[in-house]
């Protein structure tokens, strides 16, 4: 799926307001990162700080710290879970983040609390366009900015 | 599984414009504690209170050519953080010239109490 020129795969779920994707993995867990719009918006990430492994994050509540160039801002969670793992190779490549947002730059793995309960909350691939679409047009998202064109060159 | 309870934090901002290179810090710490859940409180206090003047927050820069200390003081509004700053009596102070994004003018005893209440006190 493609939005503004931006790159959504089809096989992750996704939390627009948060600019975050989830993947289910067999064991029930779900690993989190960055969407390339949430890429667009930050711009260049300079370190990602995420909160300790085992810690318990509730729903809204910051899992880690984006660190970009002018400022900082929380990662939030968009559901509440254990934090099982984090992605230790982002402490020394945090431009990961912004080379490959899917796959090597994913930031944490999650155990959902009641994840039954939330799932359609996450829309699958295309079923997500249109609510991506809203978050784009709510931030005034503008698709030619250097940002965008980066992750679209690449 | 680990309980991660939000924590407050107060942090001391005793450094001014006699020391620009140390005035962005305590800010930009601020933004990353109130991102990580914290509730922080910045206290401007002694020559830290120069501050929140407009003119100092809007020239003074830590680093030449980089972004003026009101950006940093604006990052940490942002992400959640409070900014009071001390009372200093016999001074008086026309808060047409104090920065917006102060919360509050307050008193040494109030700083005494949220030392006293407050989980991490740091001094920047």
């Known amino acids: 799926m493609n939005v503004h020129g931006l790159e959504f795969p089809d096989s992750l779920r996704y939390a627009p307001e948060h600019s975050l994707w989830l993947r289910e993995e067999a064991d029930g867990s779900l690993t989190i990162g960055l969407t390339a ?61 912004n080379q490959d947002c899917y796959g090597d730059g994913w930031m944490v793995r999650l155990r959902p609390e009641d994840w039954g309960a939330v799932r359609e909350e996450f829309p699958l691939g295309k079923a997500a366009e249109a609510a991506i679409a809203e978050r784009m047009r709510l931030d005034n998202f503008d698709p030619a900015n250097a940002h965008v064109q980066a992750l679209r060159w690449k | 599984m680990e309980h991660n309870d939000s924590q407050r934090v107060l942090i001391l901002v005793a450094s001014g414009p006699s020391t620009p290179a140390r005035c962005a810090a305590p800010f930009h710490i601020a933004t990353l504690l109130a991102c990580m859940d914290a509730g922080v409180t910045l206290y401007l206090t002694g020559e830290g209170t120069q501050l929140a003047r407009r003119e100092v927050a809007e020239s003074l820069r830590a680093v030449e050519g ?17 900014l009071l700053m001390c009372r200093q009596p016999g001074v008086q102070l026309d808060p047409a010239t104090l920065i917006a994004e102060l919360d509050e003018i307050s008193s040494g005893g109030e700083l005494a109490q949220m030392i006293l209440e407050y989980e991490r006190v740091l001094t920047l």
Do not use: D, M
């Not at chain 1, 801002?73 to 254990?82: C, I, T």
């Not at chain 1, 934090?83 to 945090?94: S, T």
């Not at chain 2, 980089?66 to 409070?82: D, S, V, W």
């Open chain 1, 37 to 97: 719009y949430g890429c667009a918006l930050y711009g260049q990430i300079f370190a990602f700080t995420p909160k300790r492994v085992g810690a318990r994050i509730e729903r809204e509540r910051s899992f880690g710290v984006v660190e970009f160039a002018k400022a900082a801002s929380s990662a939030r969670s968009p559901l509440a879970g254990e934090l099982l793992a984090v992605n230790e190779a982002l402490l020394e490549r945090p431009a990961l983040i």
């Open chain 2, 66 to 82: 980089g972004e003026p200390l009101l950006h940093f003081i604006r990052n940490a509004k942002q992400a959640g953080a409070r």
